[in-house]
């Protein structure tokens, strides 16, 4: 599986292999705790806010991290299985925000009902509801 990259296009290792690829957007602010900057870093790991919730086609998950670590938010359905990782990688300490459009990790749309947004870093776990409704 592979990622569109930050101004959408696919990125060219996987569009070699033939891979399939699920479309994401983020959004750092790593300029937090910067010198010279009036963000200060986050006092605690956590997802900040799911909007909208309910959503229809897309959600915005905000995230923050207190300090640099590796990152893997993902994506689980009523049974608990996952159905896509959004982020896997380690990241700098700061907000984040991405997007998700409700498919899961071969680009079929899924289908209305509760999911959950788990934020686990080497020192953190969180887990978040958000409803799919179409």
Not at 12 to 18: D, E, Q
Not at 24 to 48: C, Q, T
Request: glycine share 8%.
């Amino acid at each position: 599986m592979c990622y569109i990259s930050i101004d959408n296009s696919v990125l060219p290792a996987c569009a070699a292999a033939g891979q399939a690829f699920v479309p994401v957007s983020m959004i750092v602010r790593n300029d937090a705790g910067a010198e010279g900057s009036d963000i200060p870093l986050p006092a605690e790991f956590g997802v900040k806010e799911i909007y909208p919730n309910p959503f229809n086609s897309t959600v915005s998950i905000s995230y923050a991290l207190s300090a640099a670590s590796h990152v893997k938010l993902t994506i689980h359905d009523l049974t608990g299985r996952e159905v896509v990782a959004l982020v896997q990688k380690p990241q700098k300490a700061g907000f984040y925000r991405i997007h998700w459009d409700g498919k899961n990790e071969e680009g079929d749309q899924g289908a209305s009902g509760l999911y959950f947004v788990r934020l686990e870093t080497p020192a953190f776990t969180k887990v978040n509801k958000m409803t799919l409704v179409k």
